[in-house]
């Protein structure tokens, strides 16, 4: 037998309680919850791109992290309910831990096959659109006001000076050193 640090006791007990009780749903819920936090995240970081698309693709991602959270957890309740009935029914009770894992694994995969993309695709337009409803009723910027038109406002009046000074500034090309 090795001795082993503290913390190598540690992760090789946290391996072997993991391995017990693996079950096909906490990966898919693991990646379903960073997925749902983190490409949301990035891709509102992401300046290159348009802001209304930036919105609508992390709205989406957003969305479909937490409709995958949720279907995985119903789903799996409902697979560990049939495995019961299933091991009751055939008493094959001895056999129930095996049986639960086989559904949670096949679960998972109709899940983010046909349930997850069919509730996104039904509802992320409409909850899209009352986001952005409240976005802008919260956000909307007061008018600024004009200018009263019986107003004296007369336009700045350059000088031939200065308009030399401009004009050559911005039509110079690269020049070094010397003055205006």
């Given at each position: 037998?090795?001795?082993?640090?503290?913390?190598?006791?540690?992760?090789?007990?946290?391996?072997?309680?993991l391995g017990k009780s693996n079950n096909a749903?906490?990966?898919?819920?693991?990646?379903?919850?960073?997925?749902?936090?983190?490409?949301?995240?990035?891709?509102?970081?992401?300046?290159?791109?348009?802001?209304?698309?930036?919105?609508?693709?992390?709205?989406?991602?957003?969305?479909?992290?937490?409709?995958?959270?949720?279907?995985?957890?119903?789903?799996?309740?409902?697979?560990?309910?049939?495995?019961?009935?299933?091991?009751?029914?055939?008493?094959?009770?001895?056999?129930?831990?095996?049986?639960?894992?086989?559904?949670?694994?096949?679960?998972?995969?109709?899940?983010?096959?046909?349930?997850?993309?069919?509730?996104?695709?039904?509802?992320?337009?409409?909850?899209?659109?009352?986001?952005q409803k409240h976005l802008h009723k919260k956000?909307?910027?007061?008018?600024?006001?004009?200018?009263?038109?019986?107003?004296?406002?007369?336009?700045?009046?350059?000088?031939?000076?200065?308009?030399?000074?401009?004009?050559?500034?911005?039509?110079?090309?690269l020049r070094i050193g010397g003055g205006l």
């Amino acid at each position: 037998m090795t001795n082993l640090t503290p913390f190598q006791q540690k992760f090789k007990n946290l391996c072997l309680r993991l391995g017990k009780s693996n079950n096909a749903v906490y990966g898919a819920l693991t990646i379903a919850a960073s997925k749902g936090i983190l490409r949301p995240t990035f891709t509102m970081m992401d300046k290159k791109q348009e802001k209304k698309s930036r919105t609508y693709t992390a709205f989406r991602e957003g969305l479909t992290g937490a409709v995958a959270f949720i279907s995985y957890l119903i789903t799996n309740a409902g697979v560990n309910k049939l495995a019961a009935k299933i091991a009751q029914k055939t008493n094959n009770l001895n056999k129930l831990p095996q049986m639960k894992a086989t559904l949670s694994l096949i679960s998972v995969s109709l899940t983010a096959l046909f349930v997850i993309p069919g509730i996104c695709n039904y509802a992320t337009k409409p909850l899209l659109d009352e986001f952005q409803k409240h976005l802008h009723k919260k956000y909307t910027p007061t008018p600024k006001t004009k200018p009263d038109i019986n107003q004296n406002v007369q336009p700045p009046v350059f000088t031939s000076l200065q308009y030399g000074r401009i004009y050559n500034n911005f039509n110079s090309g690269l020049r070094i050193g010397g003055g205006l």
